[in-house]
């Protein structure tokens, strides 16, 4: 069976996998399920995932969730060698900075996305504003210190660390907020773009997720 990726496009774990999936040409079909589309609450679903999220992924007899882990997963699979390297010395620094990325970076940005898109303007208080972008800035200023003087997260090779810290940029750099000047981190957000995968994984609208 080709690998089965579950999840709407327009969900940023998803466009994480969708991204992976294409960089590494992988065979796969993916299936529209979560908000809007089939329901992730069945049971087959569940089975897949007992959180009830997208994404979910099925390789043969193996069914994983968390976006995070199948990005490991298809990098270990399908991405040895520079992508993944096999080597645990080259690989846990970039592993620290796929970490970060998912759990620090994106995870903020996911903060910024629930005030800037997902939440009427009716009902936004802008000190909230004000406390996301406060706990944001510095994060931002941490990845763009990283890439000054490098073309990738690692160095000179694109990994799964790229994926992991450059997944949420195209929010990050779309969405209303008092964004800094970070000159580094937009020169890379540059060159993700020069990336077709990036281009039409990782870049999906996200009108279709906004409150009125
Ligand atoms: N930590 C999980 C988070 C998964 C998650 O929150 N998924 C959201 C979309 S980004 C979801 O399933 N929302 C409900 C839905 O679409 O039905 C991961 O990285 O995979």
New binding site residues.
């Given amino acids: 069976m080709m690998l089965r990726v579950y999840g ?1 496009n327009n ?4 466009q994480l996998v969708m991204w992976t999936v294409h960089e590494l040409d992988i065979p796969h079909e993916r299936l529209d399920f ?2 809007g589309h089939a329901s ?1 609450r069945s049971e087959a679903f569940l089975a897949m995932n007992p ?1 009830g ?3 979910a992924i099925e390789d043969g007899p193996v069914a994983l ?4 882990a199948i990005l490991r997963y298809l990098a270990a699979k399908y991405g040895e060698g520079t992508f993944w390297p096999a080597d645990p010395v080259l690989r846990g620094p970039l592993d620290s900075w796929a970490e970060w990325g ?1 759990n620090s970076f994106a995870a903020q940005v996911l903060e910024l996305f629930k005030y800037d898109v997902r939440q009427s303007p009716a009902t936004r208080d802008p000190a909230d504003l004000d406390r996301i972008t406060a706990a944001l800035t510095p994060l931002a200023e941490i990845l763009d210190t990283r890439l000054q003087g490098r073309k990738w997260v690692g160095g000179d090779d694109f990994t799964f660390a790229d994926i992991a810290c450059g997944h949420p940029l195209h929010r990050f750099f779309t969405m209303t907020w008092p964004r800094p000047a970070l000159p580094a981190l937009e020169a890379y957000y540059e060159r993700l773009q020069e990336r077709p995968a990036y281009r039409d994984h990782a870049m999906v609208s996200y009108e279709a997720l906004r409150a009125k």
């Fill in positions: 709407r969900s940023v774990n998803v979560g908000a992730t959180m999220l997208v994404p969730f968390e976006s995070a998912k």
